[in-house]
Each structure stands twice: as structure tokens, then as C-alpha cells.
């Protein structure tokens, strides 16, 4: 891919940004824009008729924003990579973009190297996401109740729900306490639980238990 000459659609609402990020990659090799979009709607159209390799997409654009746009062209079954490129990194922006369909997100204080390799990478079909966005998908990902409990989890669980102590657990599961005791620790970790009580309250209230 680096070989080749990467093509690209840039949407955003900002003329001035346009006019940046246009001069930013006419002025460096292996890269040609191809046009330019001021909302959504109008960056479907292009991508559509020009078939760049990437489309840069804000998110927030009147007239048009950059998930509908995302979502849209993903239904289309459009070969372009999309990279999102906004200034803003909050969950109710960055989720749905990329479920969506983007390939990345970057914001827009990236650096110029960054926002060059972001291209190429997202023009190869690998994600690209800023250190912010990824920390932010990580512990979305990794949120109390994501995780479902084992089957041997499940069990150590319906015993604690009954009582059972840790050593009579160990006993009937034909297990060690000190496995008991890690069982435990991912199951508080999964639930969002502080103690055996909670855990067992919380089991209830999902269905995992009763």
C-alpha cells in the first residue's frame, strides 16, 4: 500500500480545516484528495462516485453528521476506510462511530506523522484509534457486568448463595480453598461486586442465580 498513491475524501464542516488538511497531504507523497464535503449526506455522495481509498470524517456537521454518514456507507457496502477526525472523544461520539463502522479515530490535536500513519494503517484496513479513545473503549469494554461467569463461577456462586463456606465449597467442588477464594475474586471483578453478599444481590437481580 505505501508503494501506491493513497486517495481521499475530507469531510467537515470547516472550510478552513479542508483547506488544512487538504494542503497537509498534497504537500506529502503517496497522498491525493480527491474532494471535499461539508456534512454527511454530502460525503456519502462523494465516496460513492470518486471510491477513494479513505474518507477523514467529523463527526459533528450540520446538515449531516459523521455516524449517519459512517453508518450509510456501511450499508452501501463501500470498499473506503473511514477514519473519523474530530475534537471530540466522548462515549456518546466515539462508540456509535465505531460501531458504525469506522476503521479509526483520531483527534484532531494528533500530530501531523500520526494523522499520516493513521491514514496509511486505515487504508491497510487496520484500526486506528488516539490513546484516549482506546483507553476509553478498554474500560467501556472491561465495565462491571460485560464479562458472563463461567459455568464453574456459576456453581461456587450457587453455593455461596446458599451459605456454603469457602472450605465446604472447596470440599463439594473437589477444589482448594485458595481456588475457592480466586473463583470469588473474578466473580466480584465480573459483577461489580464488593463482597459475597453483593455478589449474590447482583446474581438475583440479572438471572444468573434463581
Do not use: Q
Amino acid at each position: 500500500m505505501n508503494a501506491e498513491v493513497i486517495t481521499l475524501v475530507v469531510a467537515d464542516d470547516h472550510p478552513v480545516v479542508r483547506d488544512g488538511l487538504r494542503g497537509m497531504f498534497e504537500s506529502a507523497p503517496g497522498f491525493a484528495v480527491l474532494g471535499e464535503a461539508a456534512d454527511g449526506v454530502a460525503a456519502v455522495d462523494l465516496v460513492v462516485r470518486l471510491d477513494p481509498d479513505v474518507v477523514l470524517m467529523d463527526l459533528r456537521m450540520p446538515g449531516g453528521g459523521g455516524v449517519d454518514a459512517i453508518a450509510e456507507l456501511t450499508r452501501r457496502g463501500a470498499r473506503t476506510r473511514v477514519l473519523v477526525l474530530t475534537t471530540y472523544d466522548t462515549d456518546t461520539d466515539t462508540l456509535p462511530a465505531i460501531e458504525a463502522g469506522a476503521t479509526g479515530y483520531l483527534l484532531k490535536d494528533a500530530p501531523r506523522d500520526e494523522l499520516f500513519a493513521a491514514v496509511r494503517a486505515a487504508a491497510d484496513g487496520r484500526t486506528v484509534l488516539s490513546p484516549a479513545v482506546a483507553s476509553r473503549l478498554v474500560k467501556r469494554v472491561r465495565a462491571p457486568g460485560d464479562e458472563p461467569l463461567s459455568a464453574r463461577e456459576r456453581g461456587v456462586l450457587a453455593l455461596v448463595a446458599k451459605g456454603t463456606s469457602n472450605r465446604d465449597i472447596a470440599k463439594e467442588l473437589f477444589i482448594s480453598e485458595a481456588t475457592v477464594k480466586t473463583h470469588l475474586t473474578h466473580i466480584y471483578g465480573k459483577l461489580g461486586a464488593k463482597d459475597r453478599a453483593a455478589a449474590v444481590a447482583t446474581a438475583y437481580g440479572r438471572g444468573i442465580l434463581g
